[in-house]
């Protein structure tokens, strides 16, 4: 089984709709990151968690909210989807001490029409 | 100016060829340095970090920083076709003691059989 699963894979939405991504762990790992990617943009920090008490907004927050249920379970909302945030949404995880690799889920494709 | 900057590319390397893969960064304190594999439509998987001055090996990979420039590179050495992928470096900003990381766009590298 994977260590980082994301659901849904894909999602096609409209303007205005609500929209959650979820991210689960099985590492054990205190941190959890989101991150948005676009074509020739690169890998972007939406939201970081240290851990379940601890929420910090990354470079580009606007727009987005997130909750972190669990040690194991990092949410990504959507509140009014716009078409401007269809990209590839990624999950992360890493355990906070030593070199602190981060490890990233499988994605989600977000289509915003 | 990004933090982080590499060339898109792509670039084209014959099988068993060395690609060279090249990135700048902007904040001279950083101090901890990754490179990421991404294959089309997949997640993004660590390569290796370094953190001192000079060269790290690892099988065919090899990374190499330079702090007093600020680049750190990624030589691959007996290229194969299975090599072909966008390789992202990433780079832990100074002043930041949660680990966070900035990415480069990506250089896409194609391997010619």
């Known amino acids: 089984d994977a260590d980082v699963t994301q659901t849904p894979r894909n999602r096609i939405t409209k303007t205005g709709k609500r929209i959650m991504l979820e991210c689960s762990q099985t590492?054990?790992?205190?941190?959890m990151y989101w991150y948005r990617q676009d074509p020739g943009l690169g890998l972007r920090l939406i939201y970081y968690s240290f851990d379940v008490k601890d929420i910090n907004k990354g470079e580009i927050s606007d727009g987005y909210s997130v909750s972190r249920q669990a040690q194991a379970k990092f949410s990504l909302s959507l509140e009014s989807a716009i078409p401007n945030q269809t990209a590839l949404y990624f999950c992360?995880?890493?355990?906070?001490?030593?070199?602190?690799?981060?490890?990233f889920g499988p994605g989600t494709r977000l289509t915003v029409l | 100016q990004k933090e982080v900057e590499q060339n898109s590319g792509p670039l084209s390397v014959p099988e068993g060829a060395i690609a060279s893969l090249n990135c700048t960064y902007s904040d001279r304190g950083s101090q901890s340095f990754f490179w990421y594999r991404q294959y089309s439509g997949k997640s993004p998987e660590l390569i290796m970090f370094?953190?001192?001055?000079g060269d790290k090996e690892d099988g065919r990979f090899t990374a190499q920083l330079n702090k007093a420039s600020q680049y750190v590179s990624l030589l691959i050495r007996d290229s194969q076709p299975s090599d072909s992928a966008t390789y992202l470096c990433a780079v832990n900003p100074p002043g930041t003691n949660d680990y966070k990381l900035s990415f480069g766009a990506g250089t896409t590298v194609t391997v010619r059989a």
């Open positions: 590492k054990g790992h205190d941190r």
């Open positions: 370094i953190y001192s001055n």
């Open positions: 992360a995880t890493s355990l906070g001490q030593g070199t602190d690799t981060q490890y």
